[in-house]
């Protein structure tokens, strides 16, 4: 085989000495690759531009990956877009991809989505797979485009079909999350293992982990056809964020035990993470301890440090929290810690069952620490494995509104939240803290309070809620 690369190498060669632009392509190529000539990226580029400077479409896209990937060049993702641009103005669907990939990545020119969606559209006219997942990636986005899950699957599909391993991945995840689709962890797994076998490394990951959701599932035995069982399997075909990939609890990692430090900052995020964005709060908690005090080895000691009139003066110095209230909590509940656990708060759960954490949380401050949050924080511990145990869901808004809909129409109001709480129990009495993710993100996106998307909500078949407005 390697004889006929190097005959064929040298008959190119005549061709291209003699100045045939295809043959020159096809000489840069090998010289590219290294196939039927010791690989020399300099004499691939010297070729490449011959053919060029001849207006061949391919020797200009070819030219366009050199500068693209710094073969025998430095990068220059400007040089690269302008290659690409004269290959893609031949019409050649690869340049015409990869002048919208970067359009819309802003990638070597300004990014501009919907230039970038007309030309990855003339690619995928031409059946040019990759263009057709980027496509998918902008409506699944809403870049260039109204945000369309609907049409964001339809063209994952096309590309997945004739194998396209990302449209592949990409069709598995929305099959995973129920993202313009009925959830289907089976149908989610046949593609990221098609996916996976063609070595993409994101799908052999992401392959692994539906396995477990698949086998999570099989443990249910849900066969009594109920309403509640029907829509726990649902909520939990929807695979929930590992704390240990997704850093998802920020100090508190999987198996580890962390240090005072980092118990103690995720301990104040808890506590006071309330009537404000989540991701706030902890970005808040982090400046706070780490920035503004140095990250001190006794939190709760610096808190409770001063009197309760000081420690109000300075609530716009420190900005934990826009709410008063929050901010003062975090005093009359470190006031408990530093008492009874000596500033220390794994102590309040280090070998406790969460029965007892939960009546530990209950009795710190002038009010305990509430439901929601205690709830959270014990079902935080259980997805880091610093205790074992079940959890309940925490009824916070999004949680209360997704239940309330589907099972009654209408969602629980704040006072509610203990029915919420129950029926979350009653739906799946393994570990309801399981249905908080799924029931979260649900609430925060599809089951929107005010422009809920119930076309393509996954749960919209079982659903007691009617909208008013036409979606």
């Known amino acids: 085989m390697e004889k006929d690369l190097q005959q064929a190498f040298a008959w190119l060669m005549k061709a291209a000495e003699r100045g045939d632009p295809d043959a020159q392509t096809d000489v840069g190529f090998m010289y590219r690759s290294g196939q039927g000539v010791a690989q020399d990226f ?41 290659w690409y641009m004269k290959a893609a103005s031949r019409g050649l669907a ?21 230039q970038a969606l007309r030309w990855l559209r003339t690619a995928a006219e031409k059946d ?15 870049q260039g485009v109204e945000q369309d899950y609907t ?25 995973l999350y129920g993202t313009g689709i009925t959830p289907d962890v089976k149908e989610a797994l046949r593609w990221m ?25 099989l443990r249910l035995n849900i066969s009594d056809g109920s309403k509640h069982g029907r829509v726990a399997r649902m909520l939990l075909s929807v ?32 506590i006071i993470d309330y009537r404000m964005q989540a991701e706030l709060v902890w970005k808040n908690v982090r400046e706070f301890a780490e920035k503004k005090l140095g990250d001190p080895e006794d939190l709760w000691g610096f808190i409770t440090g ?5 420690w109000e003066s300075k609530k716009e110095l420190y900005g934990l929290h826009w709410l008063k209230d929050a901010h003062m909590r975090a005093w009359h509940i470190g006031r408990d810690v530093v008492a009874r656990y000596r500033g220390d708060a794994r102590a309040i759960w280090e070998g406790q069952s969460p029965n007892e954490v939960y009546k530990r949380l209950q009795q710190l401050g002038k ?9 959270m924080v014990i079902g935080a511990l259980l997805d880091a494995g610093q205790i074992t145990g079940t959890g309940d869901v925490k009824a916070d808004t999004h949680v209360r509104r997704v239940l309330g809909r589907v099972f009654r129409g209408r969602e629980f109001s704040a006072n509610q939240s203990q029915e919420a709480v129950q029926l979350a129990r009653e739906i799946y009495p393994e570990n309801p803290w399981h249905l908080d993710q799924p029931l979260y993100f649900l609430g925060g996106g599809l089951c929107d309070g005010s422009a809920p998307q119930c076309g393509i909500c996954y749960l919209r078949e079982e659903c007691a809620f009617r909208p008013t407005r036409t979606f």
């Not at 690869?94 to 919907?114: D, I, P, Q, S, W």
């Open 306 to 310: 001063f009197s309760e009139s000081d």
């Open 239 to 270: 695979p929930r964020q590992e704390a240990e990939s997704k850093d998802m609890w920020g100090w508190i990692k999987k198996g580890e035990r962390p240090s005072k430090k980092d118990a103690n900052k995720f301990f104040l995020a808890c």
């Open 94 to 114: 690869a340049a015409c991809y990869n002048v919208g990939h970067m359009l819309a990545t802003g990638k070597g020119v300004r990014e501009n989505f919907h």
């Open 367 to 375: 009010h305990g620490a509430g439901d929601n949050i205690s709830n």
């Open 128 to 142: 040019f797979p990759p263009a057709q997942n980027q496509i998918g990636v902008m409506y699944e986005q809403g």
């Open 151 to 175: 049409e964001a699957v339809k063209w994952y599909r096309m590309a997945a079909e004739v194998g396209e391993p990302w449209g592949q991945r990409n069709l598995a995840c929305m099959y």
């Open 193 to 217: 293992t098609k996916a996976a076998e063609q070595g993409l490394q994101e799908a052999i990951a992401d392959k692994t982990h539906i396995e477990q959701v698949e086998k999570d599932l």
């Open 42 to 82: 300099q004499r691939a580029l010297q070729w490449l531009t011959k053919a060029a400077d001849q207006r061949n479409q391919e020797a200009e896209a070819g030219l366009g990956d050199m500068y693209s990937f710094g073969l025998g060049v430095t990068p220059d993702a400007k040089q690269a877009f302008e």
